[in-house]
């Protein structure tokens, strides 16, 4: 089992920057990837980005991509979300998440099996 805790929520203007990490504990050697997806009220639960650790992979939904930047300390088992640009609607909880599976960049919630507690990003415009 993998323990996520994640940090770095708060309230901005649009065009701002936060920049949100989570640290994981427990199993964490079989940890295969980490990632951020995000829930906004009355939607489903979307990938944001992921990291697979073995070869420093990068994902990213389009959305984000040129404002968003994801990367990881494996040595600290912690992985980071910089948000830049922010926009209204990237308004949500923001959820930490961690796969010992294989992963080979899908954006489905299921590749994932470990998840953190979530953490509110309010982007004001």
């Known amino acids: 089992q993998v323990r996520l805790v994640e940090s770095g929520g708060g309230l901005v203007q649009a065009g701002g920057s936060l920049r949100l990490s989570c640290a994981a504990s427990g199993r964490t050697s079989s940890m295969s990837a980490m990632g951020w997806f995000r829930q906004a009220p009355g939607k489903e639960r979307e990938f944001v980005a992921a990291i697979r650790w073995s070869a420093d992979f990068t994902y990213y939904t389009d959305s984000v991509k040129g404002r968003f930047t994801i990367s990881g300390d494996n040595a600290k088992n912690t992985v980071y979300l910089q948000m830049n640009s922010l926009e209204s609607e990237d308004t949500a909880v923001y959820y930490c998440?961690?796969?010992?599976?294989?992963?080979?960049?899908?954006?489905?919630?299921?590749?994932?099996?470990?998840w953190g507690q979530g953490t509110q990003v309010t982007v004001s415009s």
């Open positions: 998440a961690a796969t010992i599976k294989y992963y080979r960049g899908s954006a489905s919630p299921s590749s994932f099996d470990s």
